[in-house]
Structure formats: C-alpha cells, structure tokens
C-alpha cells in the first residue's frame, strides 16, 4: 500500500491550497481516508476524515468552515481543499487509510503516507 500526498508549498495568510493523496495498494477503493498534520514541535492532530462512499464526514473544530476534505474513488485520491488560512495552519500534512468508519485517532489508522509540508506566512 501507497499514500502519496502532493499540493504542499509556501503560501500567505488568507490564501488557498489543494492537497492530493493518491492512494495504491489497497484491496478496496472504499477505504476511510483522513488527513492529520504535525505543526512544528507539536503532536499529530486530527483534521478530517471521509468514508469509503463519503457519506460522512468528519473536521476538527479548528478548520471546519475553512477546509473540505472530497474524494474520487475512479482516480483513488482524496483532496483536502483548504481556504481561509492561517498562520496556525503551518505543517506537514499527512494522509491516512483504514478499512473502517472514519476516527479521529491517529493510531486507528494502518497505512499513511510521508507527508507534505504546508507553510502559511502571516
């Protein structure tokens, strides 16, 4: 199994960014996908997750009404379209897969990729 995430780059406060993870491997294209980010010296936190069919949803307080997290099963990659950003939104972003319900624990999760790193210039 593969994640691979793309779209992170420098960008300034209030901008927008994309980010993509494709997703190879995996024996069902209706696997849960999440994303969690790292900002520097802090713990993983959760930022939104999707199911298999993305009938539920699921964002963290901190970015919801700023971030929406979408899926295409044909091309099996999930996006995270994030708006409205901030400073605080600075980190490596990383995706994630499991075989169940959306969760927001990192350690529910079995496959993740290497990350992408967002950087939000005030």
């Known amino acids: 199994v593969q994640l691979v995430e793309s779209g992170g780059r420098s960008v300034q406060g209030g901008g927008s960014l994309r980010l993509s993870c494709a997703a190879s491997?995996?024996?069902?294209?209706?696997?849960?996908m999440a994303w969690f980010r790292q900002p520097p010296g802090k713990e993983r936190e959760f930022v939104s997750a999707?199911?298999?069919?993305?009938?539920?949803?699921d964002s963290a307080d901190s970015v919801k009404g700023r971030f929406t997290i979408s899926r295409d099963n044909a091309k099996k990659t999930v996006y995270l379209q994030m708006n409205s950003l901030k400073s605080e939104d600075t980190a490596v972003y990383s995706c994630?897969?499991?075989?169940?319900?959306?969760?927001?624990?990192?350690?529910?999760?079995?496959?993740w990729g290497q990350g992408t790193q967002v950087t939000v210039s005030s």
């Open positions: 491997g995996l024996r069902s294209s209706l696997y849960t």
């Open positions: 994630a897969a499991r075989a169940r319900s959306p969760s927001r624990y990192g350690r529910d999760y079995k496959y």
């Open positions: 999707i199911s298999g069919t993305a009938s539920t949803t």
